[in-house]
């Protein structure tokens, strides 16, 4: 590969294995070369170093230059300052700055460094060109779920996380999870991803819900125990998912789920889970992100 642009900053620490394993917990950073007193560390997502080296004198990065890494979640930077409060090392926040700042903290490594976490900043999208399958589009994801019941602590953070992923969303465009997942999704600052909502025949309240960007109309009335009848829309929805997400729900989920197994689409079963970090990973192997 050819060196090309940024590709290192070079930060003197007093003790090189107190700082590899603050980055390593903190940071998910791992050496990727080592000698004496040097460490090249990466989180391997791209072909970017920081190279802690064991020297004199210490220049602290502070109180406003510092390291900034983006986590996958607002309530990920919460996390991360309530953990650095705990351990003596939150310098600032969490704050709420809104885009392109996002929400973030400050704290100090071993060595007194500014390290920032933060959420909404999205730095990637300085780039032009969006992330996309090898198939030339953006990979998508059919969430399905009750239209009743929004079940926003799953729906809303599940929304924001498809979006960080640059993934297109579809759903049926109705209210419940249908809402709460888009609106999670529209959240997120200078996303790449569309939404989309595949509307039942007729001119029904709530549909397409105010999130909705690509409103996809049919002429198919099915809907709730009829939701495998050939008339329904949930066909659409389930077969323009790459993958499936389903939430909790009643008869039309239950019927999305089945369809989803009839025409083989990969069903992700979060009716209770909360584990995002799990989904991401599961998702990121699925699609071959």
Same mark, same amino acid.
């Given at each position: ?9 070079a930060l ?18 791992? &050496? ?11 989180? $391997?997502?791209? =072909? ?8 004199? &004198?210490?220049? &602290?990065?502070? =109180? ?17 300052a309530a ?15 809104? &885009?392109?700042? !996002? ?8 060595? $007194?460094?500014? @390290?920032?976490?933060?959420? !909404? ?34 729906? @809303?953070?599940?929304? *924001?996380?498809?979006? %960080? ?18 609106? !999670?999704?529209?959240? %997120? =600052?200078?996303?790449? $991803? ?10 029904? =309240? ?36 790459? %993958? ?9 989920? *239950? ?17 209770s889970s ?6 991401? !990973? ?8």
């Open positions: 590969m050819t060196d090309l642009g940024l590709s290192h900053l003197a620490v007093s003790d090189l294995n107190r700082s590899l394993a603050f980055y390593e917990s903190w940071a998910d950073m791992h &050496p990727v070369h080592l000698r004496d007193k040097v460490a090249w560390i990466s989180d $391997g997502s791209r =072909p970017f170093a920081l190279v802690l080296a064991e020297t004199t &004198p210490i220049a &602290p990065l502070k =109180p406003f230059s510092h390291l900034g890494f983006a986590v996958d979640s607002r309530e990920r930077v919460i996390e991360l953990r650095a409060e705990r351990s003596g090392i939150l310098l600032e926040g969490p704050v709420e700055s809104g &885009p392109p700042v !996002g929400t973030w903290c400050f704290v100090a490594d071993p060595d $007194g460094h500014t @390290v920032e976490f933060s959420f !909404g900043q999205e730095v990637e999208r300085t780039i032009d060109a969006p992330r996309t399958s090898s198939r030339g589009r953006l990979p998508s994801v059919a969430v399905i779920g009750s239209g009743v019941d929004a079940h926003e602590s799953l729906a @809303v953070p599940l929304g *924001r996380q498809l979006a %960080v992923m640059n993934l297109d969303l579809v759903c049926g465009g109705g209210g419940g999870v249908m809402e709460a997942v888009a609106r !999670g999704f529209a959240s %997120v =600052p200078h996303r790449v $991803g569309r939404i989309t909502g595949i509307l039942p025949a007729g001119e029904l =309240p709530g549909y397409p819900n105010p999130w909705i960007e690509n409103v996809i109309r049919t002429h198919l009335p099915a809907r709730g125990d009829e939701g495998t009848d050939e008339r329904s829309r949930n066909h659409i929805v389930v077969l323009s998912g790459d %993958v499936v997400i389903a939430l909790p729900g009643g008869a039309g989920t *239950r019927s999305e789920r089945e369809l989803a197994a009839t025409y083989r689409r990969p069903l992700i079963d979060m009716a909360r584990d995002l970090d799990q989904l991401r !990973g599961l998702l990121a192997k699925l699609l071959q992100l």
